[in-house]
């Protein structure tokens, strides 16, 4: 039976979506069956991160009936699997985000571990995802406005009486005027599970629609997010070498 991961975060633009999708794959990496689904109904880009923008068969098609669950999974040339959203608006009015639930549980006997993209924000979209988890991860800049909202869908997520696993903290540079990640720890009041440090290398594998550790598997992020799918396993003693930002993470 898999485990339903939600990756959602307080607001948009902080590595949630490349966050989900390398999690997604890092996971692969270590031999896992994985499926990715891009809640973000409204604003979908897991089909466009991975070179999949329009498919025959969407996500939307299945909460419409239309189709089957099987038939919306699409493999990439890695082995990970998506369910990529439609880039149209015009039936957007119909969906009924409630059945992200059902979507769910059907997925559960497909892969070990399902991971949601949901929409950013505190809205219904992102609200279906949450409430079809197991495990919660909220996604973060080292910022006050992004921590700011981060601990908004902590207290959101809590009321719904979901459980956050922990944060991610990405496009961290390690310069004085960022957040530190003690104080993010401290504000969000929960376990901050990884540091992704700012790499060049992710608009290159934007460009290259992969994810970066395929594209850059040395890299520090692709490093960092291999670390953070191995605690998600239960393997605390993997380490990977990722310079200053090693001894970070707080499990």
């Not at 992102?126 to 910022?143: L, Q």
């Not at 720890?185 to 790499?199: A, F, K, N, Y």
């Not at 396993?233 to 380490?239: F, T, V």
């Amino acid at each position: 039976m898999a485990k339903l991961i939600t990756v959602t975060s307080g607001k948009g633009g902080v590595g949630k979506t490349t966050t989900a999708i390398n999690l997604g794959v890092a996971l692969n990496y270590f031999g896992k069956e994985v499926i990715i689904l891009d809640g973000n109904l409204t604003t979908p880009n897991v089909g466009l991160h991975l070179g999949a923008p329009i498919v025959p068969v969407s996500l939307n098609h299945v909460l419409l009936g239309k189709a089957k669950v099987s038939d919306a999974i699409y493999e990439h040339e890695s082995g990970t699997k998506i369910i990529p959203s439609s880039l149209s608006v015009r039936e957007l009015r119909r969906l009924n985000h409630s059945k992200l639930k059902d979507v769910g549980k059907k997925l559960r006997k497909m892969a070990d571990y399902v991971i949601y993209d949901s929409a950013a924000g505190l809205g219904e979209e992102a609200i279906a995802s949450i409430e079809s988890a197991d495990d919660i991860i909220i996604v973060t800049n080292p910022e006050i406005p992004a921590v700011t909202d981060a601990l908004k869908a902590s207290k959101l997520i809590e009321q719904l009486g979901k459980t956050v696993r922990g944060v991610i903290v990405t496009r961290v540079r390690g310069v004085k005027t960022e957040m530190p990640i003690a104080n993010i720890r401290e504000m969000l009041e929960l376990p901050i599970i990884g540091v992704i440090p700012e790499d060049r290398n992710m608009q290159s594998a934007l460009v290259l629609k992969d994810a970066i550790i395929h594209t850059h598997p040395k890299s520090k992020a692709s490093r960092a997010y291999r670390m953070i799918a191995a605690r998600i396993m239960g393997n605390n003693s993997y380490k990977e070498k990722v310079g200053i930002f090693e001894g970070l993470f707080d499990w």
